[in-house]
């Protein structure tokens, strides 16, 4: 077998490893919580008949090894219960929701990028300076930032004070019906149905919230991509490379062919740890995403959704990285036969 199929496969078994822990966690967590007779109840009061049912219906009269085998079977075969809120299943609301989140998620990371890689750059090339000091006394300051915090900030500027931004509303404007659904974004989805109006309604209401999270990932990468950038120009080889009266092009080729690792593998953290800054985000434009799912399940005490929540975070964050192993290692490969 192949040195790359191996390492994929041991990553893979890294990756399966750390999700039976994801599950034993959020089961250990609702056990000593508030336990999970009293969320699974959260709702109206019940009665004795009604409670005595719901426990034999959950095996909570059985041992907690037992619970904990029962309801890591239950996860492994896509069975992740029901919302007592909703009454639906919490696999196919967190498959509903889904697409929201990405949607927000994916175009914050390329907008984020776009602004961090640049300015990151260049504050290296200017080095204690007021440039460089100015991009990283803002970039601390975002980063110091609550989400929810900078969200409002945004809202009350271009939405109530200058009147640009359509209504926290959702991912449409409340009076247009969303598109068929084809790739899961309403503004792509519009667009290739050639709803014109669909298309603009959705892109208007994606613009605060993405510029929310880009500049939130922005802020961490910006930092990122200057200390990346320092390293690889204090190297013999750059110091080489500007001593021989290169251009300031190449030189910002050599560095950043250098430092793309480092901010490769520190880009996909700050994506994998965006969930929990896009919940908030969420809460506050009312998106209708997991992240809004999983929040509004906490406040409630909606058992099920609570850890449906959690695996799915736990996924999407094993996803990034796994997805980051994968690009890694055939840039590797790819080098090596150059």
């Known amino acids: 077998m192949e040195r790359p199929v191996r390492a994929l496969l041991r990553r893979i078994g890294v990756g399966l490893f750390l999700a039976l822990v994801v599950v034993f966690t959020s089961f250990l967590l609702v056990k000593l919580g508030a336990g999970p007779t009293d969320l699974l109840l959260g709702g109206p009061s019940p009665g004795v008949e009604e409670r005595a049912q719901l426990v034999q219906d959950y095996g909570l009269d059985r041992p907690a090894f037992v619970q904990l085998v029962r309801y890591a079977i239950r996860v492994l ?6 919302s007592w809120l909703t009454g639906e299943s919490v696999l196919s609301e967190l498959l509903h929701r889904l697409p929201a989140t990405l949607e927000l998620m994916l175009y914050a990371i390329l907008l984020g990028t776009l602004m961090a890689v640049p300015t990151g750059m260049a504050a290296a090339f200017a080095r204690d300076t007021a440039e460089d000091r100015t991009v990283r006394g803002t970039s601390v300051l975002g980063e110091a930032m609550p989400p929810f915090f900078l969200a409002l900030l945004l809202l009350l500027v271009f939405f109530r ?5 359509p209504a926290p509303s959702g991912r449409i404007s409340i009076v247009l019906s969303p598109p068929p659904t084809i790739t899961g974004s309403y503004f792509i989805d519009a667009f290739l149905m050639q709803d014109s109006i669909a298309a603009r309604s959705a892109l208007a209401q994606l613009v605060l919230p993405v510029f929310t999270l880009a500049l939130m990932l922005g802020a961490s990468l910006t930092l990122l991509v200057r200390g990346a950038m320092l390293a690889q120009m204090d190297a013999p080889h ?18 950043l062919r250098g430092a793309l690792p480092a901010i490769g593998g520190g880009l996909a953290a700050q994506s994998a740890a965006l969930l929990s800054m896009t919940a908030l985000v969420e809460y506050v434009f009312a998106w209708g995403g997991i992240g809004q799912y999983g929040l509004e399940a906490m406040a409630k005490a909606d058992f099920a959704a609570v850890q449906g929540f959690i695996l799915a975070s736990a996924a999407i964050a094993a996803t990034v990285h796994l997805l980051h192993a994968v690009i890694r290692r055939l840039a590797r490969i790819r080098i090596r036969r150059a």
Do not use: C, H, N
């Not at 075969?77 to 029901?82: F, I, K, S």
């Open 77 to 82: 075969g896509g069975e992740l219960g029901r």
């Open 161 to 165: 004070w200058l009147d640009i931004a």
């Open 238 to 255: 750059f110091v080489y490379a500007r001593a021989q009266g290169m251009s300031r092009e190449m030189l910002t080729i050599i560095a």
